[in-house]
Nanobody
Framework: VQLQASGGGLVQAGDSLRLSCAAS????????MGWFRQAPGKEREFVAAISRSGGTTRYTDSVKGRFTISRDNAKNTVYLQMSSLKPEDTAVYYC?????????????????WGQGTLVTVSS
């Protein structure tokens, strides 16, 4: 599986942005998908994940109520809708595909990574 992330950019605090991650191959629906981010000088952290069917999602506390993850299995794409962006959301965002269940999804279980897309939020 090859993943191509896009949609990053420079926005102001309070703005919205939607990230996309397009996957190659015909087995997209068999992967739990998610997003991670890595800010300068920090470790990569989990942001959100979505089950294979799209029926269940999980978020880190700092983005709950502001970010929404979704997927379109017909288009082999996962999205991250980000609203009310804050300067602390500034990071390179990576999508990841994991052949395991949502309950175990983490940076240690991801099988395939996208190349990352930079999100910069100015104050």
């Amino acid at each position: 599986v090859q993943l191509q992330a896009s949609g990053g950019g420079l926005v102001q605090a309070g703005d919205s942005l939607r990230l996309s991650c397009a996957a190659s191959g015909r087995t997209f629906s068999s992967y739990t998908m998610g997003w991670f981010r890595q800010a300068p000088g920090k470790e990569r952290e989990f942001v959100a994940a979505i089950s294979r069917s799209g029926g269940t999602t999980r978020y880190t506390d700092s983005v709950k109520g502001r970010f929404t993850i979704s997927r379109d299995n017909a288009k082999n794409t996962v999205y991250l809708q980000m609203s009310s962006l804050k300067p602390e959301d500034t990071a390179v965002y990576y999508c990841g595909a994991d052949g395991n269940r949502l309950s175990t999804y983490s940076n240690l279980t991801v099988d395939y990574w996208g190349q990352g897309t930079l999100v910069t939020v100015s104050s």
